[in-house]
């Protein structure tokens, strides 16, 4: 079937080139540039290359720094334009992960969406003046705004330079893409990755980069399983209900399968919206498990997307959050880049 999709994916990559040779040389196509710093980060690969932890990882070390606004499209949402998260924001207003960010970090920055990102970016700065920086999420193919530090992800299990562009492969354009990047991170590499290794990616990946181009390796981890609402109390038990609707769920059930006893895994589709009846079936799988002491264990991303129907339900419901780390404690390394760059 690759064989017949070659076609598709030459005349794909050609109509992908020929977009970028306009946005290079400004022509046809407008590209907005700001005078405060915008930081992307985004990949070249469809889906799951870990985006949303490394957004995490930059709030938590520049949010005592500067004023901070995150702008996403809100992929998923049912609703268009510019909007401003607040109380009344849901997963289906503006999105599963900028609703992991507003839930998370809305007391020290602010989080909004927008399609179109450069109006969006004017109205950021025009309704919040003072702020310092904004942080947009997925957007290395937006090139209708030019960020002033671009930071490519390039997942350790489908790298770049072993990818095609789609149909035939999961690129969004060509590998030469790699080039706007002015930091590449390889993302959800093993815990063990040796420095050799690294080198040897590092070498593959090199000739897809401009000079100089940083190269960094994190990995995930997850953390302590937490209750979704306060109603429950006491900790996730052992036996447990997988439920997850993201890109590659295939990480997080093997580490639930190291770590509990996984009954069943229910999997949607990536930013998937949750209604009445998916979660009465959720229920129904987790009252069939023949345990008496079991819980339903979801991914962080999920999580957000089922506050509506818990209410006062004492359901033993968790999410497991996840957060990224540094190989070779090069994290200082990559901070202080940043910081400077700021």
Not at 271 to 284: G, P, Q, R
Request: one cysteine or more; aromatic letters at 12%; proline letters at 5%.
């Amino acid at each position: 079937m690759r064989f017949f999709l070659f076609p598709f994916t030459w005349l794909y990559g050609f109509i992908t080139d020929c977009r970028n040779f306009c946005y290079d040389n400004h022509l046809f196509f407008k590209v907005s540039q700001f005078e405060k710093p915008v930081i992307n980060i985004g990949n070249l690969t469809v889906g799951g290359t870990g985006k949303t932890p490394h957004v995490e990882y930059l709030i938590k070390l520049l949010k005592h720094r500067f004023a901070i606004v995150i702008l996403s499209r809100g992929y998923g949402r049912k609703t268009k334009g510019f909007i401003v998260a607040d109380e009344l924001a849901t997963a289906e207003t503006i999105g599963d992960e900028p609703m992991q960010f507003y839930h998370k970090f809305h007391q020290v920055l602010k989080v909004t969406v927008g399609e179109k990102r450069a109006k969006a970016l004017t109205n950021i700065f025009r309704i919040f003046p003072k702020t310092d920086l904004v942080v947009l999420d997925d957007a290395f193919q937006h090139r209708a705004v030019k960020p002033s530090l671009n930071i490519l992800l390039m997942d350790y299990n489908r790298p770049i330079y072993e990818d095609y562009v789609f149909p035939v492969g999961r690129l969004r354009e060509r590998r030469q893409g790699a080039k706007r990047a002015d930091i590449l991170i390889v993302s959800k590499c093993p815990d063990d990755l040796s420095v050799l290794a690294q080198q040897k990616i590092s070498e593959n990946i090199l000739p897809y980069l401009s000079e100089q181009t940083p190269i960094f390796f994190t990995g995930i981890r997850y953390g302590k399983p937490q209750a979704i609402n306060g109603n429950i109390q006491g900790a996730c038990h052992k036996t447990v209900l997988l439920v997850s609707g993201i890109a590659r769920p295939e990480p997080f059930e093997a580490y639930c399968r190291q770590n509990f006893k996984v009954v069943e895994h229910l999997i949607y589709k990536d930013h998937h919206h949750f209604n009445e009846k998916d979660f009465s079936l959720i229920l129904e799988t987790f009252h069939n498990i023949q345990e008496p002491e079991k819980s339903i264990l979801m991914t962080e991303k999920d999580m957000v997307k089922f506050q509506d129907f818990l209410d006062n339900k004492a359901i033993s419901m968790f999410y497991l959050p996840i957060e990224i780390y540094f190989l070779n404690n090069s994290h200082e390394l990559f901070d202080d880049l940043i910081l400077r760059r700021m």
